[in-house]
């Protein structure tokens, strides 16, 4: 008999209680370092003084209006998104999935309000995740996403992740955009690499593509910048943020530059929940914290201690891990046998990870993980580790 709960998850068998910071506690009362954070999303940790803060006292004030009214905390979180990126508008959403949506629509409506509704075309990466809506596993196009939901979403076109070369040939008169995650999340923690995003600035300028990216895992300070795009010193002329920027409100942002956005005039696009008053206070906190001098050095400098101390496992244990990829505070490890295994000798020793593609376990603490809470989770990894060696081979 089918569950209750529609059972498209495979979940560990955990049920966490209560979240303090970097730590969650089982209902059996058992503490677990949290190197997972939701998927990348709880960016301060979890119970944070000043998101509890926001939120409650919100809560008490007003929930939900719809954008049928002026909502003066989107005023305030659109404009400080604005003065710190490329941006000149946003759109709320409340998930990273519609923040992908929008940006579609969007770049489709750009060069329709043109007069070319010819360019519709998206070229996407192989290896990419760009949520589980009809756009996203169109753009995405693996199999494993979108076999058995055609037809689907057509206008998609995928390259291998970094051949910049197949961008170019896959351009036609029909290309509207190019997506790209800056560093690969779900694909298991691949960094496009500074000097290629270059280069595929150039190749969008060159065609008159606009440029799409999809920050909503390696945005909100998790490499060290405030968007991963920073790095190349370019600038995209869209941009999808979520799982961070709510620190695990739901909330997503599709940020753009005027040009980009100008054929999204009144009636285009809408939400009914989407930059309601109560995640619109807690983006506002989230910002403030991220904006604090030295928050970005500090999750830069605490990438730096995680990255070392994790050489130092795979130097330990070359039979489990083969390396460690990735900026910042969004980490992988690669294994050698599964990941899954290694996963799950974590969860026993009392530390969590992500899994994801390439065998990978994804390493994605709060950002402001302490220097003693790296070091003790580097100890349970290694604990993990001795685990995995010492089992018998599958
Ligand atoms: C998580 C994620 C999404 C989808 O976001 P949801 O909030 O799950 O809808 C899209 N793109 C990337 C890169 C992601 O990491």
Sequence with gaps: MISPVLPTYARAPLAFERGEGSWLIERSGERYLDLAAGIAVCALGHAHPKLVKALSDQAAKLWHVSNLYEIPGQEALARRLVETTFADTVFFTNSGTEAIEC???MVRRYFYSLGQPEKSGIIAFQGSFHGRSSAGIAAAGSEKLAKGFGPLL???TQVPFGDLEAVRAAVTPET??????PVQGEGGIKPFGVEKLKELRRICDENGLLLILDEIQCGMGRTGKLFAYEWAGIEPDVMAVAKGIGGGFPLGACLATEKAASGMVVGTHGSTYGGNPLAMAVGLAIMEELAAPEFLAQVSRAGGRLRQGLEGLI????????????????????CRK???????????????????AENVARVLPPLNISDAEIDEALRRLDKAALAVSAAPAA
């Design 103 to 105: 940006a579609v629509k």
């Design 154 to 156: 057509p206008g998609f």
């Design 176 to 181: 509207a955009a190019v997506i790209l995650e």
């Design 315 to 334: 130097a330990s244990h070359p039979e489990v891990f083969v390396e460690v990829r990735g900026e910042g505070l969004m980490l992988g490890l690669v």
């Design 338 to 356: 599964s990941n899954a295994e290694y996963v799950t000798a974590g969860r026993a020793a009392g530390v969590l990870l992500a899994p994801g």
